[in-house]
């Protein structure tokens, strides 16, 4: 351990130790180290277009809510499918959705995406048919794509209802970043600017 100003060595398993003002030390505490890449957007996409498991976020009056739904990535939209229920009378009255897909394959070798999008409902009438029967042919090359979205289930002692309908999300915005193993044993950051200063002590003093 010394005094690591005005450059420190840091990965994420390493432990900082903080005085004053400033990041005083750093010790070792692991032996493998991983950085956070930020993706393209052609990276992102390439992400979602293989992902089929998102997460979907609404949010009603302040208060959000979070599925994991099946959906396919085709031409800045995702398709999916969802009978009646929380989400899809959420986003009725506010469309505005996030939607998160990951990849991990472990704590240091990982992808994930985040999308900003607008749900779109595609009923079984014009204009909207087209696409309604666009997302069937994307969604049913999946084996078993119904599933678990369309099933029996008992909530509170009832079966809840049957109603299938398929929508899409309009892709507003897009980012991925990426975390990778370290192939340099000893990456450096400065820590010479007070801005990263009082991040590491904002992070590391809690
Ligand atoms: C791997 C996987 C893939 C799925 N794919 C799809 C899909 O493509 N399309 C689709 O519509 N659904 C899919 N589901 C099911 C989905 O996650 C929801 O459970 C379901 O759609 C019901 O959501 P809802 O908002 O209509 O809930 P409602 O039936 O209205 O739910 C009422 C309450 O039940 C609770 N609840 C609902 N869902 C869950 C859940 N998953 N876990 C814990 N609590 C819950 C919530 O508290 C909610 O307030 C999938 C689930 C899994 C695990």
């Known amino acids: 351990?010394?005094?690591?100003?005005?450059?420190?060595?840091?990965?994420?398993?390493?432990?900082?130790?903080?005085?004053?003002?400033?990041?005083?030390?750093?010790?070792?505490?692991?032996?493998?180290?991983?950085?956070?890449?930020?993706?393209?957007?052609?990276?992102?996409?390439?992400?979602?277009?293989?992902?089929?498991?998102?997460?979907?976020?609404?949010?009603l009056e302040g208060q959000p809510y979070i599925t994991p739904i099946h959906?396919?990535?085709?031409?800045?939209?995702?398709?999916?499918?969802?009978?009646?229920?929380?989400?899809?009378?959420?986003?009725?009255?506010?469309?505005?959705?996030?939607?998160?897909?990951?990849?991990?394959?472990?704590?240091q070798d990982w992808a994930s995406v985040i999308v900003s999008g607008k749900y779109e409902e595609l009923p079984d009438i014009e204009p909207h048919a087209t696409h309604r029967q666009h997302a069937y042919n994307l969604l049913q090359k999946r084996a078993m794509w119904w599933e678990p979205g369309y099933v029996e289930t008992v909530l509170h002692g009832k079966a809840r209802?049957?109603?299938?309908?398929?929508?899409?999300?309009?892709?507003?915005?897009?980012?991925g970043h990426r975390g990778v193993p370290d192939s340099d044993p000893e990456p450096t950051l400065s820590v010479a600017q007070p801005r990263v200063a009082r991040w590491f002590r904002k992070v590391f003093s809690r």
Request: hydrophobic share 40%; net charge neutral.
């Open 1 to 59: 351990m010394g005094s690591l100003d005005p450059q420190i060595k840091i990965s994420c398993n390493r432990r900082i130790l903080l005085s004053g003002d400033g990041v005083s030390a750093v010790s070792e505490i692991a032996a493998t180290y991983m950085l956070i890449k930020e993706m393209t957007t052609e990276e992102s996409i390439d992400l979602l277009a293989r992902t089929r498991l998102c997460r979907l976020a609404c949010a």
């Open 71 to 107: 959906c396919v990535y085709d031409h800045n939209y995702l398709y999916g499918f969802s009978t009646l229920g929380q989400k899809i009378t959420w986003m009725r009255k506010n469309p505005l959705v996030c939607v998160l897909a990951e990849e991990l394959i472990s704590a």
């Open 161 to 175: 209802p049957m109603q299938f309908l398929y929508f899409r999300i309009h892709i507003q915005q897009i980012s």
